[in-house]
């Protein structure tokens, strides 16, 4: 049997991929709340596939729990903040979360960790809490690193089809693992040492974060000197050795906007790069912010309440907010002292922010300046319903003319 301890955006899914894989399975977490709407019968969040997932893994006999169990195998996926100041990890979720296997824990069994990770957590905070409990590594626990690799939006199809790394101390127990995630995973899984696995998945994330941020920085350079920064990558991208991404409001998600962080807070000198990309990046939506008051100077606007942001989430077509750009781009406006904007998303059922609606059409008749901040597929698909509006599209996917861009 394996625990799974965390049920949130990974570890539920991840739970849900094994129970319906053939592996009996129990899910652990400290929210009761969450816990009861699991075994009442409901997901706790939206994506594709996700339903008929869950009512598969019920079917097989997956069990949620508050409680830790005793078995040979737990899997550790809860969150990994950082701390914005020294952009360093915080593994204090899993810390709390190890330590609470081990009071349950047989001898031999082992403790995955699937969440993200700076290289060397496993080695200055997870080895020394299991040493500090009484516990010999390699032979009384096993410990392995396993990072996730799946977004929100196509999390069902990545865990099937993305390929996997699994760190191990021992390379016997990291056969073993591997073995486990071979039950569902159709990828390649590759087994090597904890600090590569570690490595790999910053590593992973801070690239696409630093080619974002290329792509941001190439769109500020071309509003400068009112080039179409869309024209210019589409024709370099013609080039057989170029590929630059498209640029956009900001990055958000628990990966790409905080991974990368972590090399810059264990690697201050070195990251430079890494550095100067996080911030460019972070500074996005301010950039929206300041095209916004340009925008509405153009057009003589001064009413900043009949300006409205679409989109809350963090990308298209999931309800994932976590460290989206519009609720970065709402806090900066606070702290610059102003209120008003307007905000509509199809996929945030509950109020989270001010003046926020949950009707297309309501916010359309609210507003006279819409900012497309995520590009669901409801706005691709009412896109006529923009008509007579000024609009301001930060992913250049709005066909329509006057139309204005980042």
Not at 118 to 123: C, I, L
Not at 236 to 261: A, K, T
């Amino acid at each position: 049997m394996v625990n799974v301890i965390g049920l949130g955006y990974i570890g539920l899914p991840t739970a849900l991929m094994m129970a319906s894989h053939g592996v009996e399975v129990v899910g652990t977490d400290y929210n009761k709340e969450l816990v009861a709407t699991l075994n009442a019968g409901h997901t706790t969040f939206k994506e594709d596939g996700l339903e008929e997932l869950f009512q598969e893994a019920l079917s097989a006999g997956i069990k949620f729990s508050t409680e830790y169990q005793v078995t040979d195998i737990y899997i550790v996926s809860v969150p990994t903040p950082y701390d914005k100041f020294s952009k360093k990890v915080d593994a204090c979720y899993v810390v709390a979360a190890v330590k609470s296997v081990l009071k349950v824990a047989p001898k031999g069994a082992t403790i995955v960790v699937e969440s993200t990770v700076s290289p060397g957590t496993m080695e200055k905070f997870v080895r020394p809490a299991v040493e500090e409990n009484g516990f010999v590594i390699g032979k009384d626990i096993h410990l392995v690193h396993a990072p996730e690799r799946i977004i929100p939006g196509n999390m069902v199809y990545e865990l099937l089809y993305n390929n996997r790394t699994i760190g191990a101390d021992d390379r016997a127990i990291g056969e073993k693992i591997k073995g486990l995630y071979s039950s569902f995973c159709q990828g390649e899984i590759v087994v090597t040492d904890i600090k590569t696995a570690e490595m790999t998945k910053v590593v992973e994330n801070t690239f696409r974060a630093v080619n974002i941020a290329f792509a941001n920085e190439l769109a500020r350079i071309c509003r400068h000197d009112n080039m179409d920064v869309y024209e210019i990558i589409k024709i370099c991208n013609m080039h057989p050795r170029v590929n630059i991404l498209q640029p956009g409001p900001g990055v958000g998600g628990h990966c790409i906007s905080v991974d990368p962080w972590f090399l810059v807070g264990d690697y201050p000198s070195l990251a430079k790069v890494i550095d100067e990309s996080m911030k460019t990046n972070d500074s996005q939506p301010d950039f929206v912010l300041n095209r916004i008051y340009e925008i509405m100077k153009e057009n003589k606007m001064t009413d900043v309440e009949r300006v409205g942001l679409y989109g809350l989430t963090y990308k298209e077509n999931v309800d994932d907010m976590r460290e989206s750009p519009t609720l970065q781009l709402l806090e900066s406006q606070e702290r610059h002292l102003a209120t008003g904007l307007k905000v509509y998303d199809p996929f945030v059922e509950k109020d989270v922010v001010d003046n926020q609606y949950h009707d297309l059409d309501k916010f359309l008749a609210d507003v006279d300046m819409v900012v497309i901040m995520v590009k669901h597929n409801e706005i691709k698909d009412n896109m006529k319903k923009l008509k007579g509006k000024v609009v301001l599209d930060c992913h250049n996917i709005i066909n329509l003319p006057g139309v204005y861009h980042i």
